[in-house]
Structure formats: C-alpha cells, structure tokens
C-alpha cells in the first residue's frame, strides 16, 4: 500500500509537519493540515497575482527614459 500523505500535501514544510507528529494524532490533524496548507497557497497565489498587476500597471503608467 502507498503512503497516501505523500499524494496529500503540495509543500515540503506541511508533509515535515505531518511527519513530525506522534503517529496517534495523526489522522485528528490531517484535516486542519490540509486546510492551512491550502491557505497558504491560495494566499500565495493571490499575493503573486496583485503583484503582477502592481508590475504592469507601473509599467504601463512609467514614463519613457528619453523623454526625461
């Protein structure tokens, strides 16, 4: 049988933090684990996006070097 906590988390850091845990409490934190994990990359994400369009909108509104 495969682990299926290998298939479970995207990041390195939330499958250390499932793995560090006492084999008992395993399966009643799996789900908040996930939760946070998914968290995580959604802000992630969000944060990466506002940033890209912070980018183009500076670039769009800059002035061209030669006209300076």
Known sequence: MRNRTNEV?????WQRAYD????????QYLTQ???AERWELSLQSIIELV??????????FQSPKAAH
């Open 9 to 13: 988390f995207v990041t390195s850091f």
């Open 20 to 27: 560090s845990l006492p084999a008992g409490v395993r399966v």
């Open 33 to 35: 684990m996930r939760a």
């Open 51 to 60: 940033s890209r369009a912070r980018n183009a909108l500076s670039k769009t």
